[in-house]
């Protein structure tokens, strides 16, 4: 059997999804991105395999994408995230039900809306600020002494109204942060105000092609309950959250590869 790689080299995590030859998902792996790329993209990698008994050579190509998809020398090809993020969410949910993906990541997000076949028809994207992004959960967490992973609970917790966190820039809000705590605030209504100003962020950001029924949300940030239910309010619509939602874009990237190595050998348009 050959196996396929899809690596989304993230700005904060690696994740490596591995096909079969007949696209099932065979593994995969999410890992600190930090500051050695190529080091820890083949780290992660090395891992995984062993995990799998499986060896090198049993994977016939690798395709990179994300923020640092350049970096990793081993890649037979590169492809940008909005494609393979597409090619995800088709290999997921197939092309009946999506029309628009939501991507939040570590230091961007991005809006892509699909056609019935689930090609890109147009996107929009934010990396200049990191105010919509997962880099304000990161900060939000270490300000109220959690993990990114404890603010869907703290979001379901908050019976009040959500706070309003009105800074624009995440370094204002860090000191917004700080003094609504001193103030005497509770920690679940700090949380439930910074995941509905995020969602704010991204309607507005999504407003601007335009938002179609069919929504699906991916990304590590689509692991906080909070973060989706707050999406889900802004946007007046339910959204589809995948069972690995930080996974879609590799998995998009190993189905890319495994067509690429099956199907015709040549090159996919990065
Ligand atoms: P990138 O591709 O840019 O590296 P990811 O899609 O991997 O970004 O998302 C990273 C973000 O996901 C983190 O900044 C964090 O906010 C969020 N995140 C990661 N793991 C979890 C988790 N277990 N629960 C909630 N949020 C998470």
């Not at 700005?11 to 890992?31: N, P, R, Y």
Request: hydrophobic letters at 45%; proline letters at 2%.
């Amino acid at each position: 059997m050959r196996y396929f790689a899809g690596i989304d080299m993230g700005s904060t995590a690696i994740k490596i999804a591995l096909v079969d030859e007949s696209e099932e998902l065979a593994g995969h792996i999410v890992a600190p991105t930090g500051s050695l790329f190529q080091q820890n993209t083949l780290a992660a990698l090395r891992i995984l395999l062993q995990e799998k008994g499986l060896s090198r050579s049993d994977v016939a190509y690798i395709l990179s994408t994300g923020y640092g998809r350049k970096l990793f020398s081993e890649a037979d090809e590169t492809v940008s995230e909005i494609t393979a993020n597409a090619a995800g969410a088709r290999t997921i949910a197939g092309t009946a039900s999506i029309r628009t993906i939501i991507n939040i990541g570590g230091q961007d997000s991005k809006i892509l809306l699909l056609d019935g076949d689930g090609h890109i028809r147009n996107f929009v994207m934010n990396d200049k600020c990191a105010a919509g992004t997962g880099r304000f959960l990161e900060m939000t967490a270490r300000n109220l002494g959690t993990e990114v992973d404890g603010l869907g609970e703290l979001h379901r917790r908050c019976s009040g109204a959500p706070l309003a966190i009105t800074s624009t820039c995440t370094v204002f809000a860090e000191s917004e942060i700080i003094s609504l705590l001193a103030k005497g605030h509770q920690r679940d209504e700090i949380v439930a105000g910074v995941h509905y100003s995020i969602a704010r962020r991204i309607v507005r950001l999504a407003r601007r092609i335009g938002i179609e029924d069919g929504v699906f949300f991916d990304g590590g940030p689509a692991l906080n309950s909070g973060m989706v239910a707050a999406l889900e309010d802004e946007l007046l619509r339910r959204v589809m959250v995948p069972a690995m939602p930080q996974l879609t874009t590799a998995i998009g990237a190993a189905a890319l590869a495994r067509a690429a190595w099956l199907e015709t050998g040549a090159p996919i348009n990065a």
